[in-house]
């Protein structure tokens, strides 16, 4: 539990990452000021990226709160890191700006990894801020093939993910780490930059024998792609392309990589399909492009990781197999004009894992 007394070394250090949107920076702290969890066991970093000469947030800062401003854009990644490395703490919340918490959000969570040493990071349900009836996430899962997805994603909330369940990640949305877990998994890639970084810290924590876990009684509310406005924006679509081929290069096992082959494979096809259709081949091959000049970068990382890592091919396996297994049974229990046609194909032509 967390400790009343202690004011030197905060129970949490919070990140928050933002990009010229002071007005949700400021809305996002005003909410973390009404949390559950005393004052004294909490602080604020909030960094803000390519900054303008000047405060980005008037003074006076709120309680427990201070800045740091960066002449260039960092991305989500290094920004957090900067973030973590200026505080001290036994774990890092990791906060985008558009997010709203619930008064024990984190509280919760920190109960939670309080309880379970084993537990490398803890997250809520997110609901949509524009639409309070609908999930935006229930925690991150991904497939075998090495795509991620956000479980519940847009559905209504009716109660099928109100039950406690591990999950092979933690939307970088609101996300509880353990700072010893975060730290040695290495923290956020700067090479991803922003997308997926935060499913690959997950993995290579999960290898380094850690679990998570998803709370449903922890909740957030979430506005979602703030920045860039749009999930098909070109620039989603290239990163997501180039960090895909990132994280498999760097975070799979090579005999598990050549077992998932086929599987890598035909997702790759079905999500150039899938830029294809919706008009961001362009920015699908400046990924692919991007991916695979950053080979040589990501395999030295690979040696590195697997160099470390605790748990075998075989439970590595287990663990992606029981996150697709997530996703199919998410994906078979929504209307079937909700479905989505990638995941239809995917799972006609492999099956239930």
């Known amino acids: 539990m967390y400790n009343r007394q202690q004011s030197r070394v905060k129970t949490v250090a919070i990140a928050i990452p933002s990009l010229h949107r002071p007005d ?32 980005v947030l008037p003074d006076p800062l709120p309680p427990n709160t201070r800045r740091l401003e960066l002449p260039t854009n960092e991305g989500t990644t ?45 997250s809520g349900k997110l609901l949509r801020a524009t639409q309070r009836t609908h999930l935006d996430g229930a925690g991150d899962a991904m497939l075998m093939a090495g795509a991620g997805y956000r479980l519940g994603n847009r559905d209504a909330d009716s109660g099928q993910f109100d039950h406690a369940m591990p999950v092979l990640a933690g939307c970088g949305a609101a996300v509880l780490y353990r700072r010893e877990a975060f730290a040695a998994g290495g923290g956020l890639d700067a ?6 970084d935060d499913l690959d810290l997950a993995l290579r924590v999960q290898l380094l024998g850690h679990g998570g876990i998803y709370l449903p009684s922890a909740v957030a509310y979430h506005i979602g792609s703030a920045t860039l406005g749009d999930t098909l924006h070109p620039r989603v679509i290239e990163y997501i392309t ?16 050549v077992r998932l082959l086929p599987r890598i494979v035909t997702y790759q096809c079905l999500w150039l399909m899938f830029a294809l259709r919706n008009g961001t081949l362009g920015a699908y091959f ?68």
């Open 191 to 196: 090479d991803f930059f922003a997308y997926l």
């Open 242 to 257: 180039r960090n895909q081929i990132y994280l498999l290069i760097k975070d799979y096992p090579r005999d598990v990589f």
């Open 286 to 353: 400046r990924g692919l492009i991007a991916g695979l000049r950053g080979c040589r970068t990501m395999r030295q990382k690979h040696r590195e990781l697997m160099a470390r890592r605790r748990i075998g091919d075989d439970e590595f396996l287990l663990r992606l197999r029981n996150s697709e297994r997530q996703i199919y049974d998410w994906n078979r229990t929504r209307l079937l004009q909700e479905r989505s046609t990638l995941l239809q194909i995917y799972f006609r032509l492999f099956g239930r894992p």
């Open 24 to 55: 949700l920076t400021a809305r996002c702290i005003a909410f973390i000021q009404k949390q559950t969890l005393p004052a004294d066991a909490w602080e604020i970093v909030v960094v803000e990226n390519d900054a303008p000469a000047g405060k």
């Open 78 to 122: 290094g920004s957090i890191n900067r973030a973590v490395s200026a505080t001290e703490s036994r774990y890092v919340l990791l906060l985008n700006n558009d997010v709203e918490l619930a008064a024990d959000y984190i509280q919760k969570l920190v109960v939670a990894l309080d309880a379970d040493p084993k537990l490398g990071f803890a």
